[in-house]
């Protein structure tokens, strides 16, 4: 699933050359999987109880999670979350692995909500609630090197300079190479730089003479939040409602290094780079609607409900190629800088919710939540800046490599001291794979656990909380043409909050 862009622009080429001669496309299902697999930090409360919220309320965190329970509210809520987050990377391959880390700084959650009394005695209250809520951190490091392989990365620039240059219009391939009309994100780049050299008439060789040591850099930064704008209210203090409009901005950007070392030290070659970058910025809108019904006294359900997001992105994209020579020369190439627009549509989810009151001593919570990330889909704006493309194989490739997410969360909290004037919290939760098992090797299921604390004195409520969360994926560090590059990524994030507020 996982790979570098580079690979996936390579396979839609040959798919599609007769319509796409001189670029390919740099967004696949891995795009769906970024903005529709998310792990929400939320509000110190939230993220502490593990997410297991949607049957309780009078938090800013419920906006992301079950609006009904801004219809909680009795008092106004001003309240900020704001920390560090941490994402560490073991990569692995063969008999090699590198750790990584990463940090960032984080406001998960800031918000205010506004409640009104109203003169009818049925809906005795209304909230109105405004705030920002992180949704997905994406800051990851992926570092490997001295990985010894047999094959090169090379080989697949041989494989698109072999195609007949007259398919694309063109008269020699050689001149077409050279001057960037075809393949210009890669062998353009490598014909440019003698990584690409001709063997014969219309016949090409890469100047990779045998065994090589792999190296891989991928540095991804920045993050996907959503303003959001809630209300709700509680009809005889037993069924509230509450609904979103949620407003995501994402921006990501990826730099990646491949590199290769020749062993011999006879080769001409000594080594080569392919780096790429990719920048996405963009916005989207969405709906989140649902209820808590107060069954008894001591239980509460809950049932929330996220519409498809509909987002408008907009990547920069750009590769670079350098060889390194025995005689201590260098050549290198650059791609043009490509900005495409397209539509990106995020899946559905439902949240199912149940709280239980353990009297004065405090709440206990879980949550089901039902994603089917097959729902998510690309497309095209029709804008200037978009290419036309329709989008069809991505959308297989998501449809057959992805699946149906199930995560289970559970939380508690506990009220101590003699004015209840303490919280503790704790929580965790675990979700099936999001891939299709039948294409990966690794079990990619994802599980958190969290812990959290809080103080309050009069109006004002301070709290900590800490999450961690941890899975698997497969990772092709030399693409889908090199079945034997299968490696695995375990990641591990950690972010930890600090949380203030005052009641209204």
Not at 15 to 35: C, F, I, K, T, W
Not at 252 to 275: C, G, I, K, M, P
Not at 376 to 401: H, K, M, R, W
């Amino acid at each position: 699933m996982a790979m570098i862009r580079f690979f996936t622009r390579a396979c839609i080429a040959m798919a599609v050359v007769a319509a796409m001669p001189s670029m390919g496309h740099a967004q696949n299902e891995a795009d769906v999987l970024r903005y529709g697999w998310v792990a929400p930090l939320g509000s110190s409360r939230t993220m502490a109880m593990g997410g297991a919220f949607g049957a309780l309320g009078a938090d800013l965190g419920s906006m992301g999670i079950n609006p009904a329970g801004l219809g909680l509210y009795r008092r106004g809520d001003l309240a900020v979350a704001t920390g560090l987050n941490s994402a560490n990377t073991d990569a692995s391959w063969h008999t090699t692995s590198a750790t990584s880390a990463k940090f960032q700084g984080t406001t998960g959650n800031l918000g205010v909500a506004l409640t009104y009394p109203s003169v009818d005695a049925d809906w005795p209250f209304f909230t109105l609630a405004v705030g920002r809520q992180v949704r997905m951190p994406f800051n990851q490091r992926i570092f490997i090197e001295g990985v010894p392989s047999e094959s090169t990365v090379s080989d697949l620039f041989v494989q698109q300079a072999l195609e007949d240059a007259a398919i694309y219009g063109y008269a020699s391939t050689d001149e077409a190479l050279g001057g960037g009309d075809i393949f210009p994100y890669s062998a353009s780049l490598a014909w440019r730089t003698l990584l690409l050299l001709p063997d014969n008439d219309n016949i090409y060789a890469t100047a990779v003479g045998g065994p090589v040591e792999v190296k891989r850099v991928i540095e991804r930064s920045g993050r996907m939040w959503e303003t959001q704008i809630g209300f709700g209210t509680c009809y005889r203090d037993r069924l509230s409602i509450g609904a979103t409009l949620g407003l995501p901005k994402v921006e990501f950007e990826e730099t990646s290094t491949h590199q290769e070392t020749t062993v011999s030290a006879e080769d001409d070659l000594r080594s080569w780079d392919y780096n790429e970058r990719l920048n996405v910025d963009g916005q989207g809108v969405l709906l989140r609607a649902g209820v808590n019904w107060r069954v008894t006294s001591q239980l509460r359900l809950g049932l929330a409900h996220q519409t498809r997001g509909r987002m408008t992105l907009l990547d920069n994209y750009s590769t670079s190629l350098s060889t390194q020579w025995a005689d201590g020369s260098e050549r290198a190439a650059s791609s043009p800088v490509t900005n495409n627009e397209y539509l990106m549509y995020t899946p559905r989810r439902t949240t199912v919710s149940a709280s239980f009151l353990i009297g004065k001593l405090g709440v206990l919570a879980a949550d089901y939540v039902h994603t089917d990330l097959r729902e998510g889909e690309l497309g095209d704006p029709g804008t200037i800046l978009s290419s036309g493309y329709d989008y069809a194989a991505e959308n297989v490739a998501v449809d057959s490599s992805l699946q149906v997410v199930r995560e289970a969360r559970v939380g508690l909290e506990l009220r101590l001291g003699p004015l209840k004037e303490y919280r503790i919290r704790m929580g965790g939760g675990t979700g099936n794979s999001p891939f299709n098992p039948n294409g990966v090797a690794t079990d990619g299921s994802r599980h958190h656990a969290s812990f959290g604390a809080e103080y309050r004195i009069g109006d004002v409520h301070f709290s900590v909380a800490w999450r961690r969360t941890w899975h698997k994926e497969d990772y092709l560090f030399m693409g889908a043409f090199h079945p034997e590059s299968r490696g695995t990524l375990d990641r591990t994030s950690a972010a930890l909050m600090f949380g203030a507020g005052l009641r209204l």
